[in-house]
């Protein structure tokens, strides 16, 4: 079984920056394909990014695409999304996801096996 722990969340005001974390249990994270989620009020879960194994794997929403940046930390079992001009409709309770594939690629929410239980980002106008 794998735990995922978000953090990093906050209230922020348009156009500024935030970094969330997601680390995670076990000693297999390298293997995973990781991903990252948000679901605003009343709306479905929706893709944000996803990192491969490999660098340079990254697969972006267009809405986010230019602004934010998925990464990894092998060595610290961790994934990250940095988050540059936010804008209020980035406001969204966000999700980290694990895959235990190779195949990374991939957008759906039943796409991936393990979920973290979310931080809440706001961002203010």
């Known amino acids: 079984q794998v735990q995922l722990v978000e953090s990093g969340g906050g209230l922020v005001q348009a156009g500024d920056s935030l970094r969330l974390s997601c680390t995670t249990s076990?000693?297999?994270?390298?293997?995973?394909?990781m991903g990252w989620f948000r679901q605003a009020p009343g709306k479905e879960r929706e893709f944000v990014a996803a990192?491969?194994?490999?660098?340079?794997?990254?697969k972006y929403a267009d809405s986010v695409k230019g602004r934010f940046t998925i990464s990894r930390d092998n060595a610290k079992n961790t994934v990250y999304l940095q988050m540059n001009s936010l804008k209020p409709e980035d406001t969204a309770v966000y999700y980290c996801?694990?895959?235990?594939?190779?195949?990374?690629?991939?957008?759906?929410?039943?796409?991936?096996?393990?979920w973290g239980q979310g931080t809440q980002v706001t961002v203010s106008s």
């Open positions: 996801a694990a895959r235990a594939s190779a195949v990374w690629r991939v957008t759906g929410t039943n796409d991936y096996d393990y």
């Open positions: 076990g000693r297999t994270f390298s293997t995973y394909t």
């Open positions: 990192i491969g194994r490999r660098a340079g794997t990254t």
